[in-house]
């Protein structure tokens, strides 16, 4: 039986992963996820590609109340109701994304643990700030599979946030998601057609905590499943049916 282990969602893109018991996918994704976002001084995507150790901020967002959080690791912390200026258009991934400015202390704490000008924006709309598509789904035997190939110990096992999935299946063959191409997944109320391979960069070298590289996952990747454009792990996919999705849910492929 293939089950929901893990929800996740970044507030902040590139920002340190928060983990959901629960939570409900739009047509878009989940909305909170990827809500904020960094920008550099050109409006081009700031992320952990430039800056690794962005993964040790730790951040929160409660839409309802329209709080935002920003916790820095020497226990500094940004909290408040982002005041927003006026919008701009930015670049994210070849896409047009409008968004504003926030204004107040955000920018100038940022850019200095950045070590360069930065913006930290939020977009007019939920759901727009993603990679290729807005679903990660990976499951755990391939990252077992993967560390156990790489020589590791079962208590060595690399993390599985390293690869930042939106959902993370257990009871799963290894890399058994790859057979699931444009078929559809149903979880709880909601139905994701699985459309693409999720192609890794050099983010998932890097310890997910820390953000420094530590290890050479891109390249293990590779040694195993060869491919000239990526090294693929894992699956990224769109939602057909919007619903609530939990922790514990049973997968069914159709």
């Known amino acids: 039986?293939?089950?929901?282990?893990?929800?996740?969602?970044?507030?902040?893109?590139?920002?340190?992963?928060?983990?959901?018991t629960e939570t409900r996918?739009?047509?878009?994704?989940?909305?909170?996820?990827?809500r904020f976002y960094l920008v550099n001084s050109q409006g081009r995507l700031l992320s952990r590609r430039q800056v690794g150790k962005l993964a040790?901020?730790?951040t929160s967002w409660d839409a309802d109340a329209g709080l935002l959080r920003?916790?820095?690791?020497?226990?500094?912390?940004?909290?408040?109701?982002?005041?927003?200026?006026?919008?701009?258009?930015?670049?994210?991934?070849?896409?047009?994304?409008?968004?504003r400015p926030l204004l107040g202390d955000w920018m100038p704490a940022?850019?200095?643990?950045?070590?360069?000008?930065?913006?930290?924006m939020m977009s007019d709309l939920p759901c727009q700030v993603f990679d290729e598509f807005p679903v990660s789904v990976l499951s755990r035997a391939s990252v077992e599979h993967l560390s156990s190939r790489m020589g590791l110990t079962d208590d060595e096992c690399l993390a599985t946030d390293r690869f930042r999935p939106t959902l993370l299946l257990d009871g799963c063959e290894a890399h058994q998601e790859d057979g699931w191409m444009n078929r559809t997944?149903?979880?709880?109320?909601?139905?994701?057609?699985?459309?693409?391979p999720d192609p890794r960069c050099a983010i998932v070298d890097q310890d997910p905590?820390?953000?420094?590289?530590?290890?050479?996952?891109?390249?293990?990747?590779?040694?195993?499943?060869?491919?000239?454009?990526?090294?693929?792990?894992?699956?990224?996919?769109i939602v057909e049916k919007p619903g609530m999705v939990r922790v514990g849910d049973t997968i069914e492929v159709g």
């Open 209 to 237: 905590v820390t953000g420094e590289i530590d290890t050479e996952v891109v390249r293990s990747i590779l040694s195993y499943r060869p491919n000239a454009l990526a090294g693929y792990f894992g699956v990224y996919g």
């Open 25 to 34: 996918l739009d047509l878009g994704g989940i909305a909170d996820d990827r």
């Open 1 to 20: 039986m293939i089950t929901v282990a893990e929800i996740n969602i970044a507030p902040v893109k590139s920002m340190a992963l928060v983990p959901m």
């Open 110 to 120: 940022i850019s200095e643990f950045c070590g360069q000008p930065a913006l930290l």
């Open 56 to 58: 040790q901020l730790v």
């Open 70 to 99: 920003i916790i820095f690791p020497d226990g500094r912390t940004l909290e408040g109701k982002p005041e927003l200026d006026n919008p701009v258009w930015t670049i994210i991934w070849g896409r047009r994304v409008r968004a």
């Open 185 to 196: 997944i149903s979880i709880g109320d909601a139905v994701v057609r699985i459309l693409a």
